[in-house]
């Protein structure tokens, strides 16, 4: 299996304080630090869509800004397609784009297209080269009609486009994006989902996605990180983080041919946590049962309704959100503090 990102112990710590403060602290050897990144091991596959979930401060951008070279570790490593990022950093950067909703990084009194010809420039690419890239990139993002407009007259979508198209603009074999549809409209932010999964991930690239939007990194991501206080509490496909974090399992039933007193002993069968009759209606009784163990529990609650004369018409099994996933994990770390 290749990897694009593999890292160990990665930590990044900054002065509690800046400016003249922690220059007179250091010098005395009393500054006070915080860490923003702290131990993290991951394993990021080649040509996968991974994303790092976690609230605002969790320490997303700051990882990102370590593995696109832009600041050094304080300790720890890791590597881009086999390179250190502190040894190799030059190799490093020739492979990587970073996508930001920073919209003060651009020019906004210059076009759509003189700000890609101006951040073109900075790979060194052939004039002609470089305008062929251009017309390409701002028809892939839809922009080619809106090139010549001025950037302060894009829109919050259209602005976020042309973040995309600029991060690609080196032709990276990894792409990091932060946040990309923050402040735009439910329109607009699914308009970017869509072409980051069909234009970006389907071209080959590697992709890593900084988010807090549980629903967003659900279904753009093939495997997650979720990040707090600067650790990876957990990763893995979104399956494989229910198996670690869900304590209980939802069960729907719909039986009928139920007698009075039918359900006395479902709640003594092991695995069942708790039950509830939901709804009784001509002759269906709708149940909700609480599972901790489902493949224990599951078949010998079938087998008890068969025994009692009752007739199963469906039965559906309910996954927790991602949102119940996430605050399991958080609980988790609080508990182990």
Request: proline share 4%.
């Amino acid at each position: 299996m290749n990897f694009a990102i593999r890292t160990s112990a990665l930590t990044k710590r900054f002065p509690r304080e800046k400016g003249y403060k922690a220059l007179f602290r250091g010098l005395l050897g009393r500054q006070e630090q915080v860490t923003a990144v702290a131990g993290v091991d991951m394993e990021v596959r080649e040509g996968e869509l991974f994303g790092l979930l976690g609230p605002n401060g969790a320490g997303k951008t700051t990882l990102m800004k370590l593995l696109c070279t832009l600041i050094l570790p304080t300790s720890g490593k890791a590597t881009v397609f086999g390179h250190d990022v502190v040894r190799d950093e030059q190799k490093v950067k020739e492979m990587v784009g970073l996508v930001s909703a920073e919209e003060r990084s651009f020019f906004w009194r210059l076009t759509g297209r003189e700000n890609m010809e101006f951040f073109g420039a900075l790979y060194r690419l052939p004039k002609a080269r470089l305008r062929e890239n251009i017309d390409e990139l701002l028809d892939l993002v839809g922009l080619r009609d809106q090139a010549d407009m001025r950037f302060q007259h894009y829109s919050t979508g259209m602005r976020q486009k042309l973040a995309i198209a600029r991060g690609l603009l080196g032709q990276p074999r990894l792409l990091f994006v932060d946040e990309p549809t923050r402040s735009l409209d439910p329109l607009s932010a699914r308009a970017v989902r869509q072409f980051l999964r069909e234009k970006v991930v389907c071209s080959g690239r590697t992709m890593v996605l900084a988010t807090h939007h549980l629903g967003e990194a659900e279904e753009l991501c093939d495997r997650l990180a979720i990040m707090h206080r600067g650790r990876v509490l957990a990763c893995g496909t979104i399956p494989e983080l229910r198996g670690l974090f869900q304590k209980q399992e939802t069960c729907l039933l719909t039986v009928e041919k139920l007698n009075n007193g039918a359900l006395d002993g479902l709640e003594a069968i092991p695995g069942v946590f708790r039950w509830r009759a939901l709804a009784q209606e001509d002759g269906l009784w709708h149940l909700e049962l609480k599972l901790s163990d489902r493949h224990l529990a599951l078949p010998e609650v079938l087998r008890f309704m068969v025994h009692r004369g009752a007739d199963v018409t469906s039965c559906t099994l309910q996954e927790p959100p991602l949102e119940e996933i996430f605050m399991a994990a958080v609980a988790g770390e609080g508990a182990g503090r």
